[in-house]
């Protein structure tokens, strides 16, 4: 909503604050002022003058040669402007004047002839294009008639008016009107609004005897009232108010036209004018369209509709789109002479529908979509109709023809002081609180301190105590209240152990070299199908699609941070960073249903991606390329600082390389997996080499809620022996260190792979494994005849499992 | 005897003086002190002097074996200590080359915003709590007093699943989760952080993924200034002592009244400048007292319980504080970026 505020003062007094100032205290009260905006640069030196001659100039075709007569003198001027003509009435810049932008006004010789001014457009002025009405928009501006010469132009242009551009909350829509801005500003100021003047002087001829209302559809228009003026002459609307319109940020088009918008933003409701002559019968039918009815509106735009749709009709043709466009046959143009007044209200839901499906969001249709006053639906017709007779020649009819169902009774809220500071933590009195509704213009009866107050139909946002409680405490200063903390029961904050976990968890990939990554939850479809875990898969039945997306690569909830993740690294790749180790954790989003009806599960992971070098040391000649294992120590880090333990098992999945990839388990369940993406998905990512993991987040949380145990730190010596086994080169060390650990029996504590051999000394095909064997009983000293039994049972087994010979 | 004595030690102490190397010392020592040495012989002929010059020689011939003993043990120490020197010299390297690298990662400026925040909060007695990011209508709009038709709904566009399940737009749902777990008889203080959504093109300003911090307060005798108070708190610890706090009335569906927080601008403390549009002031939070209809709706009578709620965002928050110009940079994972607000 923009304010002029010179239009502002007709309603009440500012006071002398500043728009700055006052722009400031408004903020503060509820509604933010989001821009001020100077009209125009001050000018000086420019006044009204008459044209007495406006001959050629002798030496130049397309320039005139004028006298224009600025009270005092007369001034001889060159001017090119086409519409200028001898007899107008226009701005003149004497030599001295600064026009917006620096432009400085001296007297000068155009053509061999002196010219001592400039004659001025709007633009030239410093009103924007946009405002500047038609007839007036390639040339010169032409003031009316009466315009007295010689005066100042700045008053006559509205050029020193200020404009605040408020930011509407959507329950402050009794701001989108002056008198709802002047009652908010009368409130913060302490004055008084000063209203318009409704009278209204009508000829004995009745509307009702010449129109006839019928309301069909009665929910979506519970008031139609229509006003007929006659005698209407169209022509252009005075300059103050073309003034007040184009600082609302309105176009002027003409007197009938500016009326209707010049009430529209004075009183915040909406009115249409129709020419009577062209409306097609004397009849108005307010009704649903029919489905595929057309009707062509005021933009020339043929639109079909359908019962969704309210219409205005002269009883068979639809004349309006109720509320948000009037239709073009029946538009007010040049030639009018009678003119239709509609002043209605109709239902916001109603408005928006239509104005939605049309796309056609206007001044009109907000008004109504946000709940227009339902006392002032009539008062503003009568207003229009009183400007219609003053400023367009009309004789208006006497009374309204109207169908009147509106509801405009007034509601009540009760308080009181007690409840208000108890609420607000305040100490206001009883004669405070009278002093704040006495700002804000509203009705009580007092009671001590209980305040019946009545609501005024402007205010619809106020339905409740609490919202009493806003308009009281937002008057009394939000500032005024003082600084408290709660008074009430204490709690002990604290993280639960899954928040404890959770950080740690991702403190420990901080401290294992990677950098947490936030990537998108939504992601293409195909994408949410890659890279899921074995365990997710399973539950996972189809994915998880928004109904509109607003474009494919965000369309879909993922079922793994990977894909996300790997296209942060071709982003970055792209940009020369090649080194790159990432971890993130996140949702998955798991539906469980074919069809989905119920939210889907959601499911922490903790996922990471690493590719290029990996402790690059290059003064050392040492640069390790990041590989399996790796990424696989880091992995195992986090286990061992969780104290888990647990298995991982080759295995092949669609997007991983089927030779480096194992899936991981814990005590039997799938907890993820990792290993190298599949060349193929690399190519697809435009990325280099890159190892990945994913694991299950809450299968670890509910591992970790359990209690740890205390495991006795051993006071005995240990004993180790070390083991070298010779096996076929397809089995995997983690399955003899399996046979290893169920054969060796209790003592056994630790095991550890320290070499891994292929080539000379040993017949092709078969690899030497070596393990470190760790044995200790926390309770006494070993003896070297317990762990040989253990060693030799360990020979036994591996032998008969996986036929390993002892390394000679 | 006792010349011989003399002229021994001089000469001994002259040997030691000269020796350069610890081999050189460790002859002076065997030719001086050894078994055959002549100290050793002066006391093996001991028994060939008279009762008084005994005691007399002895004495001497002990002391100038100290003495001896003594000059040989501080030359072997001067000795050992400058081969030691030696070698540490020829040890030495170029202490100015990069050492050898350990891999350091590091948290996203989010997370560390986050967690800042909920630190804050835990210091004045909130729970964290979480919530889904896919939502219910119910608990989204419905629960939070925006029914089907409001037209504030229009605020905020969303991104629906079904027409009932929709990517939650706010962490305020958490509120009537919360409120609901603890039925209505029990104060909930909490606060709760986690990813929102909403139908918006990604620009250097929007993104359609982003992070809220909503907070909830409901007991008995809640008051507006309480309101105030916490988030004063909660402000000048943030963002620093010096700054102040102002709020203002707003209007959110969920809350009565409403406040919009600033605070002031960290640049010109107040006196308008261009990073706070003039106004000396920098929206920070919207919040307020919680509305009736989302008590009563979770179980809790507003005539006993009152409460306040208030959300922020840690996108917002970052891009002020550490002047993050674009909010894109949140989501590429640029390493560059990440690696810019590496904290200890």
Redesign the interface.
Same mark, same amino acid.
């Given at each position: 909503m923009l304010v002029s505020l010179n239009w502002l003062k007709q309603y009440v007094d500012l006071g002398g604050h500043t728009p700055e100032a006052l722009a400031d205290k408004i903020t503060k009260t509820g509604i933010e002022v989001e821009d001020i905006t100077y009209i125009a640069e001050k000018s000086n030196h420019v006044v009204v003058g008459y044209v007495e001659t406006c001959e050629q100039h002798p030496n130049a075709d397309k320039l005139n040669l004028c006298q224009v007569n600025i009270g005092d003198e007369t001034l001889q001027i060159i001017c090119g402007a086409a519409n200028i003509a001898a007899g107008q009435k226009v701005a003149v810049a004497k030599p001295g004047a600064v026009l917006p932008g620096n432009f400085k006004i001296k007297k000068a010789k155009l053509r061999g002839i002196e010219s001592n001014g400039m004659i001025c457009s709007l633009q030239e002025l410093g009103i924007a294009e946009q405002y500047v009405p038609k007839d007036f928009a390639e040339g010169i501006f032409v003031f009316p008639d009466d315009t007295e010469v010689g005066r100042d132009v700045t008053e006559y242009l509205n050029l020193d008016d200020v404009i605040l551009e408020l930011g509407l909350t959507p329950n402050r829509s009794d701001a989108l009107s002056m008198l709802g801005v002047a009652y908010e500003v009368a409130a913060i100021l302490n004055e008084q609004v000063t209203l318009p003047d409704e009278t209204l002087q009508t000829i004995e001829d009745k509307a009702s005897d010449h129109v006839s209302i019928k309301v069909e559809a009665t929910d979506d228009n519970p008031y139609y009232g229509a006003f007929l003026i006659k005698d209407i002459k169209v022509g252009p609307s005075p300059l103050w108010m073309r003034n007040y319109l184009i600082a609302a940020g309105i176009r002027p088009i003409n007197n009938v036209v500016d009326i209707t918008n010049y009430v529209l933003l004075e009183y915040g409701q909406p009115l249409h004018a129709f020419d009577f002559d062209q409306f097609g019968s004397n009849q108005v039918v307010v009704r649903r369209a029919k489905d595929q009815e057309e009707i062509k509106t005021l933009d020339d735009q043929t639109r079909e509709l359908t019962t969704e749709h309210l219409v205005i009709t002269n009883g068979s043709e639809p004349t309006a789109l109720a509320g948000v466009m009037g239709g073009a046959d029946s538009e007010v143009t040049e030639q009018t002479t009678t003119v239709l007044l509609e002043a209605a209200y109709f239902d916001g839901k109603r408005v928006r529908i239509t104005a939605k499906d049309h796309q056609l969001r206007s001044e009109s249709s907000i008004r109504f979509e946000k709940g227009v006053d339902p006392n002032r639906v009539k008062r503003a017709g009568m207003r229009a109709a009183q400007l219609l007779a003053k400023y367009a020649g009309g004789q208006v009819l006497s009374g309204v023809a109207a169908y009147d169902q509106l509801d405009c009774t007034e509601k009540q809220v009760v308080i009181t002081t007690d409840r208000i500071n108890a609420r607000l933590g305040t100490e206001i009195s009883n004669d405070e609180i009278a002093i704040i509704l006495k700002k804000l213009a509203f009705d009580y009866e007092q009671t001590g301190d209980a305040f019946t107050v009545t609501i005024p139909t402007r205010r619809q946002d106020i339905t409740i105590f609490e919202d009493m409680l806003e308009e009281i405490a937002r008057i009394y200063g939000y500032d005024n209240l003082a600084y408290t903390l709660p008074q009430g029961s204490q709690q002990a904050g604290r993280l639960t152990n899954q928040q404890r976990l959770k950080r740690s968890i991702k403190q420990y990939f901080e401290s294992a070299g990677l950098n947490e990554a936030i990537t998108y939850s939504l992601t293409t479809t195909e994408r949410s199908q890659m890279l899921v875990s074995p365990e997710v898969a399973q539950v996972a039945v189809s994915p998880v699609r928004l109904s509109m997306p607003m474009s494919e690569e965000h369309s879909t909830l993922r079922l793994s941070l990977l894909p996300e993740m790997l296209a942060a690294i071709a982003y970055n790749n792209a940009r020369k960073q090649d080194d790159i180790g990432y971890y993130e954790v996140g949702s998955i989003f798991a539906s469980q249903e074919e069809q989905i009806t119920v939210q889907p599960k959601e499911k922490w992971r903790v996922s990471g991606a690493v590719t290029g070098k990996w402790l690059h040391h290059p003064w050392q000649q040492e640069a390790k390329q990041v590989d399996f294992y790796v990424v696989k120590g880091i992995v195992e880090g986090l286990f061992e600082r969780l104290a888990i333990r647990p298995t991982f098992r080759q295995v092949e999945l669609t997007d991983m390389h089927p030779g480096r990839t194992a899936q991981i388990f814990i005590d039997d369940a799938s907890v993820g997996f990792i290993g190298q993406i599949h060349p193929r998905v690399q190519k697809a990512f435009d990325i280099k080499e890159t190892y990945v993991f994913d694991l299950d987040l809450d299968h670890i949380f509910a591992i970790h809620d359990q209690e740890p145990n205390f495991e006795k730190i051993p006071r005995y010596p240990s004993i180790s022996r070390d083991i070298a086994l010779v096996v076929d080169e397809r089995i995997s060390a983690g399955e003899v260190e399996a046979t290893i650990v169920s054969a060796a029996g209790d003592l056994l504590k630790q095991v550890n792979v320290f070499d891994v051999y292929q080539g000379e000394h040993l017949e092709e095909g078969l690899k030497s494994l070596a393990f470190n064997l760790l044995y200790f009983d926390p309770d006494r000293t070993l003896t070297d005849d317990e762990v040989e039994a253990s060693y030799q049972a360990i020979l036994a087994a591996v032998k008969e499992k996986h036929n390993a010979q002892l390394r000679g | 005897m006792q010349e011989k004595l003399q002229a021994l030690q001089t000469e001994a102490l002259e040997h030691v003086e000269q020796a350069k190397t610890l081999a050189d010392l460790q002859n002076v020592r065997v030719s001086y002190l050894g078994k055959k040495g002549p100290i050793t012989e002066v006391l093996r002929g001991m028994g060939k002097l008279s009762p008084e010059e005994r005691p007399v020689i002895g004495e001497l011939a002990n002391k100038v074996r100290e003495a001896i003993t003594e000059a040989l043990d501080t030359k072997k120490q001067n000795l050992e200590e400058a081969a030691l020197n030696e070698q540490l010299k020829s040890e030495t390297i170029d202490v100015t080359?990069?050492g050898?690298?350990?891999?350091?990662?590091?948290?996203?400026l989010?997370?560390d915003i986050v967690?800042e925040i909920?630190d804050l909060?835990?210091?004045?007695?909130?729970?964290?709590k979480e919530g889904?990011?896919?939502?219910?209508d119910y608990y989204n709009f419905e629960a939070l007093n925006l029914p089907k038709?409001h037209?504030?709904r229009?605020?905020q566009d969303s991104?629906?699943?079904?027409e009932?399940?929709l990517?939650r737009t706010h962490t305020s749902p958490v509120q009537a989760r919360t409120m609901g777990e603890y039925k209505g008889n029990k104060?909930v203080?909490m606060i709760c952080p986690g990813?929102v959504?909403r139908?918006d093109?990604d620009d250097a300003t929007h993104s359609?993924?982003f992070t809220q911090v909503e907070g909830l307060?409901v007991?008995? +005798? !809640? @008051?507006?200034?309480?309101l105030?108070?916490?988030l004063?708190?909660f402000a000048k610890q943030f963002f620093g002592e010096e700054r102040e706090i102002?709020?203002?009335?707003?209007?959110f569906p969920f809350t009565?009244?409403?406040?919009?927080m600033d605070i002031s601008c960290k640049v010109c403390h107040g006196e308008g400048c261009s990073v706070c549009k003039k106004t000396g002031w920098i929206e920070i939070l919207g919040g307020g007292?919680v509305?009736?209809d989302v008590l009563e709706m979770a179980g809790y009578d507003p005539e006993v319980y009152?409460g306040f709620a208030f959300g922020m965002g840690p996108e917002r928050i970052a891009m002020l504080k550490y002047g993050v110009d674009d909010i894109r940079h949140?989501?590429?994972? +640029? !390493? @560059?970026f990440?690696?810019q607000y590496h904290q200890a």
């Open positions: - | 080359l990069p050898r690298p350990v891999q350091v990662g590091g948290s996203h989010l997370t967690t909920e909060f835990i210091g004045m007695g909130f729970e964290i889904p990011e896919v939502e219910t038709d037209p504030a229009d605020m991104f629906y699943i079904t009932e399940l990517l104060p203080k990813k959504y139908r093109t359609h993924q307060y007991d008995k +005798d !809640v @008051r507006m200034s309480d105030k108070g916490v004063n708190q102002r709020l203002r009335p707003s209007f009565e009244p409403s406040v919009e007292m509305h009736p009152s949140f989501y590429t994972n +640029d !390493v @560059r990440l690696k």
